[in-house]
């Protein structure tokens, strides 16, 4: 049995109705296939964000850490960004322009 993931979420659609908004589709690839979970209003949608070490790996004092490029929660991230009023302030994430 593989425990490696088979799933990934890309994004949450929501839909906004009287300044409610309610998540309505997970769009997800699974199994390499891309595909649409419909949510009904008795569903609940949890997204955690990961982590900021979700990419990385181990080394040992013989073996470097495996350099792992593949794209990881920032995608959802920006993702659920598009949908907030507040996007353009949270992401993509600005530099320090504070004087020096």
Do not use: Y
Not at 12 to 31: N, S
Not at 53 to 59: A, K, P
Not at 68 to 93: F, I
């Amino acid at each position: 049995m593989s425990n490696s993931i088979t799933m990934q979420v890309q994004n949450v659609e929501f839909a906004f109705d009287r300044g409610i908004k309610t998540a309505h589709r997970i769009v997800c690839t699974h199994a390499g296939e891309q595909e649409n979970i419909d949510l009904t209003e008795d569903d609940l949608v949890f997204v955690t964000n990961g982590s900021c070490t979700e990419n990385s790996s181990l080394g040992d004092n013989d073996h470097a850490p495996v350099m792992n490029t593949e794209p990881g929660e920032g995608r959802l991230l920006a993702a659920l960004a598009k949908h907030c009023k507040a996007a353009p302030r949270l992401w993509p994430p600005r530099k320090n322009t504070a004087p020096t």
